[in-house]
């Protein structure tokens, strides 16, 4: 793709102002609202840098889910209307100048990147072989799905922990911003409509798991702020066991494989697709079900008394 | 194979009595003082099976390695069997006394279960056979006394087992590096009579054993309550007074004086210590304390305080006698552990039964007393002649060989401080001795009820331990009295001078 | 045959143990108890063929650089090994404690405790920068959660303050990564040790990884979120987060270290005064402290400080000294926590006024508690001392007199500051009632205290017989 | 300039700025907010790192996609706190 063009750069001016805005924003109201616009500028990038998948989840999850569980804090808590700064924090000005060095570092020395052997050509070369067409799928369900793992259990984890330390769920649940909530009662399906096709074209194509959970988790904070019911009875109770079906079920594949093939998720190549497959649409409803409790048990949790 | 672990045994008889003490329940007294007394019994048994071996010639030495290359390692030879036998007998009094004294106490299971910890560990100072070993058991020592001190709970005694922790974890901490230091250059520090440095150590690293040297002799003389380290040892009499006649007598700083003893004659060899000037150190350090504590014990009216400063003074008589280069020296210096140890525990144990029986905590308050508990008093006179150097108590032996040692070396400044320190033992004992025998008790004291002076569990071990006094100088010179076994260990470390 | 799954299989167990515990409250201690057992066997079975060579398990049947590996080698196996036994123990004070106070919290316990352990279990034997970094954000969401469980204002505030700072340094780390990603194309740790050199982006990246881990250990001064974190949390999360949670970074730090040869003294010597800072600080901050939770959480800064060391003095034998503290500090830190949280339940206090007297109520506590004061203190017998001596024996034989002097002077600040907690204990107050903290949780600390002591006879063979030297010097083949 | 070499630069730019901010700023929201954007930051870092080859390495893109769900997970606990150390009075400075 090569060379940057006047598009890249306001791309880059526009990532950098909206960041800073958020540094020195004036209240947590500003910095909030500043990362919203920080993350769409995101997805952006990503789509520029030919990163669709990533793209797909950061403006599902970095500017969709994230935005609106700080919006959430943010109406609990208020916002404060004047910047906070550390002043008397003398300590940290030889941190800061250590932090210095390093950019000088990193606009110096990092140029010119070594060539991209070892595992790039490695999985280059094993994704020729390979029936899964989507190479970072690939990567994240196949070559390196141990990570992939473990990650689904670091978000089982704090969904779990967010369930237990939010205190008590408010009883009350208020309907509000109507044109809001007719909008968004009607794009939630749309959005599960398009998560279903993502997961089922990320054997090949751009999307997977985590994107189409993302979408299906930004389709649920939707209905949820459209005041539905079942979004409410949903939000009161948090099905543990749908939450760590995903993670179960992701562990006793691998450790199926284990039993047969002598490592740990290592697919056999006739059921390496099917394995993947059903991997997949598991992780889908539990990782969505997971990142929407972290919304619900933030967005709806009572004062305690 | 019970043999050949017979150091271990002898470990295990107070370290095994002390758990099951803590074991037990706080009611049940009876079944305490039997284990209590029981474990001290046997110590004695394998303690006398020990001397009977060691006299034979025979090697009892085991060993544990803790790191590559660095073993908790038991060796007997005179010398510890000389600290043993004394710890041993002196426990066992002691036990008997403490048992009496406690009648009414708290927490008396805490008391009998650290009571035995702490014998237990200076029974591994005894045994140590390297330097390492030493260390690990002296430490363990500090620890063990320090629930002893601080038994009564009181804001005084908890201040008194802290000041004695502070001095005591300080030179601790001295030693450690020190010992760390000496296993760096030499690879191992094993007690070996005559010294455990190769000429090839001491040729090359004069300056570092100085350091090394310095700090092993004052991290152990914290203990011994060296000036300027002697400041714990007075404010530590708050403790009960079976514990400060321990204290006194064997465990605390007969443990310090012990390590000096290993460290000039078993570590740096005595002859390597006279050659790079180290006795001058240890002869000043110990002179200084002999008159430093004698003088001011002239100044204390709390009997266990005036004690105290008396025993900071004798301490070091065992340093004075190290630190006189001839055998004659070593002598006095090794026997007056001995000594030391079974006078002052009989003056600890007769002040601590006029206290628990008449409530006399003053020297200004002893007038008659002598009619009043008169063969306390007795044992008491017996305890401060010998103290003084009056011929017939073991005292004597000591100061006469002290003096012999010092005309072998052409010390005589050391003579001038003999003199001097007994002038002043005189002058601080016999105003007690005088008020307690000759001065009429104040009116309206009555004598105690009819019967013994005082409870038997108090009175008997302070009798027992004044006779062994008597007997230690009168038959000093007699097979195996403490004399002839410090005649064995110097000896043997002069072996090739005599 | 199983042999070569105990790397994932030790993983694994607590994990799925972790999911299935959050169905059920009830069950989920049986469940805790199944999986130490379950790992405690896996061990020990692969402890006969450790001694003959590392055990490789590559997963997917994938092999580095294109996936990922676990080697589980002999170091690999001693944390383990000692996460395991200090994980039982607080696994029985946790189970004693929350029966007997029946707090709340633990609904979220056990399964937030099971996945630490997994996590852990996965950072021992990883063998991919990467997957360490998923393992360490295991640890570090199931550590802030569980700090935060007991739910006062100042557990969740100090829980806040945790989040943050592990969340700054797993982005230090990951950025690390990256870097050296992008310089070797591999994350797999073996293969970068035969590629990496000295050059400015990797020591850019090893910086960043050494600031994120120096951290998540609580090195001074990075440690700011460690005193309030483990001081406000329960009393068995706090023996958690203390005797382990922190160990995973300085295992990992030490990893690199070894592996990667992390070239360069300045970086290592700086690691070892900010260590000695540490037990300086730490030891002084303790000492001044009125609240018992607060000086046995300086005392975790300080202790600390103690691993660090190895780095500037460096050789065999320091090495040794350094793991041997580590382990120790398992062990006692835990045990003091125990502690700490009996006498909190008898005496209803955890201030030192509070606690005067308390002895009388909790004598068991309190011996057990002493004898693991000794390996904090480094007083013998225990594997304190032993790790100290070796410390000390390393640094005089290397000429480091610095060190020596911070060696003497943490032993006694150590000292010094438990002894203010045994000393306030031991005040008679005779009309003062106290709570009867039951004799079971008294037991759990006197078993911790006795293995405590045990370290002193039988942890110097232990170190040396897992040969740590052979790995400093770099032996990863 | 290269479009990754860009990319990468402002990456970098992000994350250590990122930081200060975290380091600089006393509420915690508002910390949390700023390492939100310093992971961005090391994410665009790694995609630009990723996009050096052709086609770009898909290793690297995983690593974003796992970060970015470590980052949600993280976020999302730090905000409850956050939100309970708010409803429980008293400021969230610190």
């Given at each position: 793709?090569?060379?940057?063009?006047?598009f890249?750069?306001?791309?880059?001016?526009?990532?950098?102002?909206?960041?800073?805005?958020?540094?020195?924003?004036?209240?947590?109201f500003?910095?909030?609202?500043?990362?919203?616009?920080?993350?769409?500028?995101?997805?952006?990038?990503?789509?520029?840098?030919?990163?669709?998948?990533?793209?797909?989840?950061?403006?599902?999850?970095?500017?969709?889910?994230?935005?609106?569980?700080?919006?959430?804090?943010?109406?609990?808590?208020?916002?404060?209307?004047?910047?906070?700064?550390r002043?008397?924090g003398?300590?940290?000005?030889?941190?800061?100048?250590f932090?210095?060095?390093?950019?000088?570092?990193?606009?110096?020395?990092?140029p010119?990147?070594?060539?991209?052997?070892?595992?790039?050509s490695?999985?280059?070369?094993?994704?020729?072989?390979?029936?899964?067409?989507?190479?970072?799928?690939?990567?994240?369900?196949d070559?390196?799905?141990?990570?992939?793992?473990?990650?689904?259990?670091?978000?089982?984890?704090?969904?779990?922990?967010?369930?237990?330390?939010?205190?008590?769920?408010?009883?009350?649940?208020?309907?509000?911003?109507?044109?809001?909530?007719?909008?968004?009662?009607?794009?939630?399906?749309?959005?599960?409509?398009v998560?279903?096709?993502?997961?089922?074209?990320?054997?090949?194509?751009?999307?997977?798991?985590?994107?189409?959970?993302?979408l299906?988790?930004?389709?649920?904070?939707?209905?949820?702020?459209?005041?539905?019911?079942?979004?409410?009875?949903?939000?009161?109770?948090?099905?543990?066991?749908?939450?760590?079906?995903g993670?179960?079920?992701?562990?006793?594949?691998?450790?199926?494989?284990?039993?047969?093939?002598?490592?740990?998720?290592?697919?056999?190549?006739?059921?390496?697709?099917?394995a993947?497959?059903?991997?997949?649409?598991?992780?889908t409803?539990?990782?969505?079900?997971?990142?929407?409790?972290?919304?619900?048990?933030?967005?709806?949790?009572?004062?305690?008394? | 194979?019970?043999?050949?672990?017979?150091?271990?045994?002898?470990?295990?008889?107070?370290?095994?009595?002390?758990?099951?003490?803590?074991?037990?329940?706080?009611?049940?007294?009876?079944?305490?003082?039997?284990v209590?007394?029981?474990?001290?019994?046997?110590?004695?048994?394998?303690?006398g099976?020990?001397?009977?071996?060691v006299?034979?010639?025979?090697?009892?030495a085991?060993?544990?390695?803790?790191?590559?290359?660095?073993?908790?390692?038991f060796?007997?030879?005179?010398?510890?069997?000389?600290?043993?036998?004394?710890?041993?007998?002196?426990?066992?009094?002691?036990?008997?006394y403490?048992?009496?004294?406690?009648?009414?106490?708290?927490?008396?299971?805490?008391?009998?279960?650290?009571?035995?910890?702490?014998?237990?560990?200076?029974?591994?100072?005894?045994?140590?056979?390297?330097?390492?070993?030493?260390?690990?058991?002296?430490?363990?020592l500090?620890?063990?006394?320090?629930?002893?001190?601080?038994?009564r709970?009181t804001?005084?005694?908890?201040?008194?087992?802290?000041?004695?922790?502070?001095?005591t974890?300080?030179?601790?901490?001295?030693?450690?590096?020190?010992?760390?230091?000496?296993?760096?250059?030499?690879?191992?520090?094993?007690?070996?009579?005559?010294?455990?440095?190769?000429?090839?150590?001491?040729?090359?690293?004069?300056?570092?054993?100085?350091?090394?040297?310095?700090?092993?002799?004052?991290?152990?003389?914290?203990?011994?309550?060296?000036?300027?380290?002697?400041?714990?040892?007075?404010?530590?009499?708050i403790?009960?007074?079976?514990?400060?006649?321990?204290?006194?007598?064997?465990?605390?700083?007969?443990?310090?004086?012990?390590?000096?003893v290993?460290?000039?004659?078993?570590?740096?060899?005595?002859?390597?210590s006279?050659?790079?000037?180290?006795?001058?150190?240890?002869?000043?350090?110990?002179?200084?304390?002999?008159l430093?504590?004698s003088f001011?014990?002239?100044?204390?009216?709390?009997?266990?305080?005036?004690?105290?400063?008396?025993?900071?003074s004798?301490v070091?008589y065992?340093?004075?006698?190290?630190?006189?280069?001839?055998?004659?020296?070593?002598?006095?210096?090794?026997?007056?552990?001995?000594?030391?140890?079974?006078?002052?525990?009989?003056?600890?144990?007769?002040?601590?039964?006029?206290?628990?029986?008449?409530?006399?905590?003053r020297?200004?308050?002893?007038?008659g007393?002598?009619?009043?508990?008169?063969?306390?008093?007795?044992?008491?006179?017996?305890?401060?002649?010998?103290?003084?150097?009056?011929?017939?108590?073991?005292?004597?032996?000591?100061?006469w060989?002290?003096?012999?040692?010092?005309?072998?070396?052409?010390?005589?400044?050391?003579?001038?401080v003999?003199?001097?320190?007994?002038?002043?033992?005189?002058?601080?004992?016999?105003?007690?001795?005088?008020?307690?025998?000759?001065?009429?008790?104040?009116?309206?004291v009555?004598?105690?009820?009819?019967g013994?002076?005082s409870?038997?569990?108090?009175?008997?071990?302070?009798?027992?331990?004044?006779?062994?006094?008597?007997?230690?100088?009168?038959?000093?010179?007699?097979?195996?009295?403490?004399?002839?076994?410090?005649?064995?260990v110097?000896?043997?470390?002069?072996?090739?001078?005599? | 045959?199983?042999?070569?799954?105990?790397?994932?299989?030790l993983?694994?167990?607590?994990?799925?143990?972790?999911?299935?515990?959050?169905?059920?409250?009830r069950?989920?201690?049986?469940?805790?108890?199944?999986?130490?057992?379950?790992?405690?066997?896996?061990?020990?079975?692969?402890?006969?063929?450790?001694?003959?060579?590392t055990?490789?398990?590559?997963?997917?049947?994938?092999?580095?650089?294109?996936?990922?590996?676990?080697y589980l080698?002999?170091?690999?196996?001693?944390?383990?090994?000692?996460?395991?036994?200090?994980?039982?123990?607080?696994?029985?004070?946790?189970?004693?404690?929350?029966?007997?106070?029946?707090?709340?919290?633990?609904?979220?316990?056990?399964?937030?405790?099971?996945g630490?352990?997994?996590?852990?279990?996965a950072l021992?034997?990883?063998?991919?920068?990467?997957?360490?970094?998923?393992?360490?954000?295991?640890?570090?969401?199931?550590?802030?959660?569980?700090?935060?469980?007991?739910?006062?204002?100042?557990?969740?505030?100090?829980?806040?303050?945790?989040?943050?700072?592990?969340?700054?340094?797993?982005?230090?780390?990951?950025?690390g990564?990256?870097?050296?990603?992008?310089?070797?194309?591999t994350?797999?740790w073996?293969l970068?040790?035969?590629?990496?050199q000295?050059?400015?982006?990797?020591?850019?990246a090893?910086?960043l990884?050494?600031?994120a881990?120096?951290?998540?250990?609580?090195?001074?001064?990075?440690?700011?979120?460690?005193p309030?974190?483990h001081?406000?949390?329960?009393p068995?999360?706090s023996?958690?987060?203390?005797?382990?949670?922190?160990?995973?970074?300085?295992?990992?730090?030490?990893?690199?270290?070894?592996?990667?040869?992390?070239?360069?003294?300045?970086?290592?010597?700086?690691?070892?005064?900010?260590?000695?800072?540490a037990?300086?600080?730490?030891?002084?901050?303790?000492?001044?402290?009125?609240n018992?939770?607060?000086i046995?959480a300086?005392?975790?800064?300080?202790?600390s400080?103690?691993?660090?060391?190895?780095?500037a003095?460096?050789?065999?034998?320091?090495?040794?000294?350094?793991?041997?503290?580590?382990?120790?500090?398992?062990?006692a830190?835990?045990?003091l926590?125990?502690?700490?949280?009996?006498?909190?339940?008898?005496?209803?206090?955890?201030t030192?006024?509070?606690?005067?007297?308390?002895?009388?109520?909790?004598?068991?506590?309190?011996?057990?508690?002493?004898?693991?004061?000794?390996?904090?203190?480094?007083?013998p017998?225990?594997?304190?001392?032993?790790?100290?001596?070796?410390?000390?024996?390393?640094?005089?034989?290397?000429?480091?007199?610095?060190?020596?002097a911070?060696?003497?002077?943490?032993?006694?600040?150590?000292?010094?500051?438990?002894?203010?907690?045994?000393?306030?204990?031991?005040?008679?107050?005779?009309?003062?009632?106290?709570?009867?903290?039951?004799?079971?949780l008294?037991?759990?600390?006197?078993?911790?205290?006795?293995?405590?002591?045990?370290?002193?006879?039988?942890g110097?063979?232990?170190?040396?017989?897992?040969?740590?030297?052979?790995?400093?010097?770099?032996?990863?083949? | 300039?290269?479009?990754?070499?860009l990319f990468?630069?402002?990456g970098?730019?992000?994350f250590?700025?990122?930081?200060?901010?975290?380091?600089?700023?006393?509420?915690?929201l508002?910390k949390?907010?700023a390492?939100?954007?310093?992971?961005?930051?090391?994410?665009?870092?790694?995609?630009?790192?990723?996009?050096?080859?052709?086609?770009?390495?898909?290793?690297?893109?995983?690593?974003?996609?796992?970060?970015?769900?470590?980052?949600?997970?993280l976020?999302?606990?730090?905000?409850l706190?956050?939100?309970?150390?708010?409803?429980?009075?008293?400021?969230?400075?610190?």
């Amino acid at each position: 793709m090569g060379e940057a063009t006047l598009f890249d750069l306001l791309l880059v001016i526009a990532l950098l102002t909206t960041a800073l805005r958020a540094f020195w924003a004036k209240g947590s109201f500003e910095a909030v609202f500043s990362l919203l616009f920080f993350g769409f500028f995101m997805a952006m990038a990503w789509m520029r840098l030919g990163a669709a998948d990533i793209a797909l989840v950061e403006a599902a999850i970095g500017a969709g889910l994230t935005a609106a569980i700080l919006m959430e804090v943010l109406r609990v808590v208020g916002s404060s209307s004047f910047a906070t700064y550390r002043v008397e924090g003398v300590w940290m000005l030889p941190a800061a100048a250590f932090l210095g060095f390093l950019i000088a570092s990193a606009f110096r020395l990092l140029p010119p990147f070594a060539a991209p052997e070892g595992a790039y050509s490695a999985t280059l070369e094993a994704l020729s072989q390979s029936a899964i067409g989507n190479p970072v799928t690939a990567v994240l369900l196949d070559f390196r799905s141990y990570d992939t793992l473990l990650e689904v259990g670091v978000l089982l984890f704090a969904a779990f922990a967010v369930a237990k330390l939010s205190g008590p769920v408010a009883d009350r649940f208020e309907k509000r911003r109507t044109m809001l909530s007719f909008l968004s009662s009607h794009l939630a399906p749309v959005l599960a409509l398009v998560a279903g096709y993502l997961l089922y074209q990320g054997m090949d194509g751009s999307g997977g798991a985590f994107q189409a959970s993302a979408l299906l988790a930004a389709a649920g904070v939707l209905f949820s702020l459209s005041g539905q019911p079942l979004a409410r009875q949903e939000a009161l109770e948090s099905r543990f066991w749908l939450m760590g079906s995903g993670f179960v079920f992701f562990f006793l594949v691998g450790i199926a494989l284990a039993l047969k093939q002598g490592h740990l998720l290592a697919y056999a190549p006739q059921w390496q697709s099917a394995a993947i497959l059903s991997i997949e649409i598991a992780l889908t409803f539990s990782l969505a079900y997971a990142l929407l409790v972290l919304y619900w048990r933030i967005a709806h949790a009572g004062k305690a008394r | 194979m019970i043999a050949s672990l017979l150091p271990l045994w002898i470990l295990l008889t107070s370290l095994v009595g002390g758990l099951i003490i803590f074991a037990l329940r706080e009611g049940a007294v009876w079944p305490r003082t039997f284990v209590n007394l029981a474990a001290a019994v046997v110590k004695i048994i394998l303690v006398g099976w020990m001397v009977y071996g060691v006299y034979h010639g025979e090697d009892f030495a085991i060993g544990y390695e803790l790191l590559p290359g660095i073993d908790l390692a038991f060796r007997a030879d005179a010398f510890s069997v000389l600290f043993l036998v004394l710890s041993a007998i002196l426990w066992l009094i002691t036990t008997i006394y403490a048992v009496g004294y406690l009648e009414h106490a708290q927490n008396r299971r805490r008391f009998f279960g650290f009571f035995s910890l702490c014998v237990t560990a200076t029974m591994g100072i005894a045994l140590s056979a390297n330097l390492l070993t030493f260390l690990f058991f002296y430490e363990l020592l500090t620890l063990a006394t320090y629930p002893l001190i601080a038994h009564r709970g009181t804001a005084a005694s908890q201040r008194g087992a802290r000041i004695y922790l502070a001095y005591t974890l300080f030179g601790g901490a001295l030693a450690l590096v020190g010992t760390a230091w000496l296993y760096v250059l030499t690879g191992g520090v094993d007690f070996t009579t005559g010294g455990a440095l190769s000429e090839g150590v001491i040729a090359s690293h004069g300056a570092a054993l100085m350091v090394i040297f310095a700090l092993l002799f004052f991290g152990f003389g914290v203990k011994a309550a060296i000036v300027p380290f002697h400041g714990w040892l007075p404010v530590a009499m708050i403790a009960p007074a079976p514990v400060s006649a321990l204290l006194h007598a064997v465990a605390v700083v007969k443990a310090g004086a012990f390590g000096v003893v290993r460290l000039v004659y078993d570590v740096y060899g005595i002859v390597p210590s006279f050659e790079m000037g180290l006795l001058t150190l240890v002869g000043i350090v110990a002179a200084v304390t002999i008159l430093y504590g004698s003088f001011l014990a002239l100044f204390q009216d709390e009997l266990k305080k005036r004690l105290a400063y008396s025993t900071i003074s004798q301490v070091s008589y065992i340093l004075l006698g190290t630190a006189l280069f001839g055998p004659m020296g070593t002598v006095g210096g090794v026997v007056h552990l001995v000594h030391q140890g079974i006078m002052k525990i009989t003056l600890f144990f007769a002040a601590g039964n006029i206290a628990e029986t008449l409530h006399i905590h003053r020297i200004s308050q002893m007038q008659g007393i002598g009619r009043r508990m008169p063969l306390t008093m007795a044992a008491f006179s017996v305890g401060a002649f010998g103290m003084i150097g009056f011929p017939l108590v073991a005292g004597f032996a000591t100061k006469w060989y002290l003096g012999l040692g010092a005309i072998e070396a052409e010390a005589y400044w050391v003579l001038g401080v003999l003199a001097l320190s007994t002038l002043l033992n005189a002058a601080y004992f016999l105003p007690i001795l005088y008020k307690a025998w000759f001065q009429k008790p104040p009116k309206g004291v009555q004598r105690p009820h009819q019967g013994l002076e005082s409870s038997g569990w108090l009175l008997w071990p302070t009798v027992i331990t004044a006779l062994l006094s008597v007997a230690a100088g009168v038959f000093a010179g007699a097979d195996h009295a403490p004399v002839y076994w410090a005649m064995i260990v110097a000896r043997l470390e002069y072996g090739g001078l005599l | 045959m199983m042999v070569e799954h105990t790397p994932w299989l030790l993983t694994a167990v607590p994990l799925l143990m972790a999911a299935f515990a959050m169905l059920s409250a009830r069950l989920a201690p049986y469940l805790a108890s199944v999986s130490t057992l379950i790992c405690g066997t896996l061990l020990l079975q692969a402890l006969e063929p450790l001694s003959q060579e590392t055990i490789i398990h590559t997963l997917g049947g994938h092999a580095a650089p294109l996936g990922i590996e676990l080697y589980l080698d002999r170091l690999s196996w001693m944390m383990l090994a000692l996460t395991w036994l200090g994980g039982a123990l607080c696994s029985l004070y946790a189970f004693f404690w929350f029966r007997s106070t029946g707090h709340a919290g633990v609904a979220g316990f056990w399964p937030l405790w099971l996945g630490l352990i997994g996590g852990m279990n996965a950072l021992f034997v990883s063998g991919d920068l990467f997957n360490l970094y998923v393992a360490l954000e295991v640890i570090g969401i199931c550590a802030v959660s569980l700090a935060a469980l007991a739910q006062s204002r100042e557990a969740i505030r100090a829980a806040t303050n945790y989040l943050l700072a592990t969340y700054a340094a797993s982005l230090a780390y990951l950025f690390g990564v990256g870097i050296l990603y992008g310089l070797y194309g591999t994350m797999d740790w073996r293969l970068l040790a035969t590629l990496a050199q000295p050059e400015a982006p990797a020591l850019l990246a090893a910086g960043l990884m050494i600031a994120a881990l120096a951290i998540k250990a609580a090195l001074f001064p990075l440690h700011f979120w460690l005193p309030s974190a483990h001081a406000t949390a329960l009393p068995p999360v706090s023996a958690i987060l203390s005797a382990l949670a922190i160990k995973g970074a300085f295992y990992l730090l030490a990893r690199l270290y070894i592996q990667l040869e992390m070239p360069g003294s300045l970086p290592a010597l700086l690691l070892g005064y900010l260590g000695a800072a540490a037990i300086l600080y730490g030891g002084y901050q303790a000492l001044m402290a009125h609240n018992i939770k607060r000086i046995i959480a300086y005392s975790t800064v300080a202790q600390s400080g103690y691993f660090f060391l190895i780095f500037a003095i460096g050789g065999a034998m320091a090495w040794q000294g350094g793991f041997l503290q580590l382990y120790s500090h398992i062990i006692a830190k835990a045990t003091l926590f125990f502690a700490v949280g009996n006498l909190a339940l008898a005496a209803g206090s955890v201030t030192l006024e509070g606690i005067k007297g308390v002895a009388r109520a909790a004598p068991l506590t309190l011996f057990g508690a002493a004898m693991a004061a000794l390996s904090i203190a480094g007083l013998p017998p225990s594997g304190g001392f032993l790790a100290k001596w070796l410390l000390l024996q390393s640094a005089i034989e290397g000429g480091a007199w610095h060190f020596v002097a911070v060696l003497a002077i943490g032993g006694l600040l150590s000292a010094a500051y438990l002894f203010k907690i045994f000393r306030y204990a031991l005040i008679e107050q005779p009309e003062k009632r106290f709570n009867d903290p039951g004799v079971w949780l008294g037991w759990v600390v006197l078993l911790g205290g006795f293995i405590s002591l045990l370290f002193g006879f039988v942890g110097g063979q232990s170190v040396a017989w897992f040969d740590l030297s052979a790995l400093s010097l770099g032996g990863a083949s | 300039m290269s479009l990754f070499w860009l990319f990468a630069l402002s990456g970098s730019g992000l994350f250590i700025l990122g930081l200060l901010a975290t380091a600089f700023r006393t509420r915690a929201l508002e910390k949390l907010i700023a390492l939100n954007i310093a992971g961005s930051g090391v994410f665009l870092f790694f995609v630009a790192l990723a996009g050096r080859s052709d086609p770009p390495d898909p290793v690297l893109q995983a690593m974003v996609l796992t970060g970015i769900v470590v980052s949600v997970a993280l976020t999302g606990l730090g905000a409850l706190l956050i939100r309970r150390q708010m409803t429980e009075g008293g400021g969230d400075d610190g």
